[in-house]
């Protein structure tokens, strides 16, 4: 097991990390203090969607890009950020405004709804661009596979990287600390959560 206590020289946390503590924050609890791996046989769905994902990326037209200001632009960036956070994103849009934005493709549907998690991640992104390139972010954008590739702009406001940093700190502080967090107030994601029945034991 490692070695929890040595954590703060090489620890920094992921988009995947962020989105299980908006889930639940005894998601990051139980896997990444008391190392308790999540049952990946649950995950088939999402790896399937994983792959016809990547398969619709290759195929997504260039008119989107163009329609929306993009001079230049890299995929598949890997980034890291002093904030603590590190991250693929998939691709890093230059602006003819001299911004930048991050693009995230999503295997669903849209719906007329920006999800929290969907949003939380382009912010993510956000705060990786900006720290990587110096460079302002103001919005993020959303490419739906599942409704014949339809772009969506998000907006990106100064509170949003505020609340980011809320997050990184307090998940670093369960992690660092080994602090037993409260847990999600939405009941019925416990109904069928992987740790659903150790989540009340005595830590």
């Known amino acids: 097991m490692t070695n929890k206590k040595n954590i703060k020289s090489t620890f920094s946390i992921t988009a995947s990390q962020m989105l299980e503590y908006l889930y639940c924050p005894r998601f990051t ?3 990444y ?6 049952n990946e046989g649950q995950r088939f769905k999402v790896e399937k969607g994983r792959n016809i994902h990547e398969k619709v990326r290759k195929t997504n037209p260039e008119y989107l890009r163009k329609k929306i200001g993009v001079i230049d632009r890299k995929s598949d960036v890997y ?6 956070i590190r991250g693929i994103v998939d691709e890093v849009l230059f602006l003819d405004d001299d911004t930048a934005a991050p693009l995230d493709y999503k295997f669903a549907e849209y719906k007329n709804k920006l999800f929290k998690t969907y949003r939380f991640q382009l912010i993510f992104y956000a705060r990786l661009i900006k720290d990587k390139f110096q460079i302002s972010v103001k919005k993020g954008f959303i490419i739906y596979t599942r409704s014949k590739n339809k772009l969506v702009e998000v907006p990106l406001k100064d509170k949003d990287f505020i609340e980011l940093e809320k997050i990184v700190g307090d998940m670093t502080s369960i992690i660092q600390n080994c602090r037993y967090p409260k847990p999600t107030s939405v009941k019925r994601r416990c109904l069928d959560c992987c740790y659903r029945n150790i989540c009340e034991s005595t830590i």
């Open 33 to 38: 203090v008391m190392d308790i791996p999540q």
């Open 79 to 84: 980034l890291a950020s002093p904030l603590g």
């Open 29 to 31: 609890y139980f896997e």
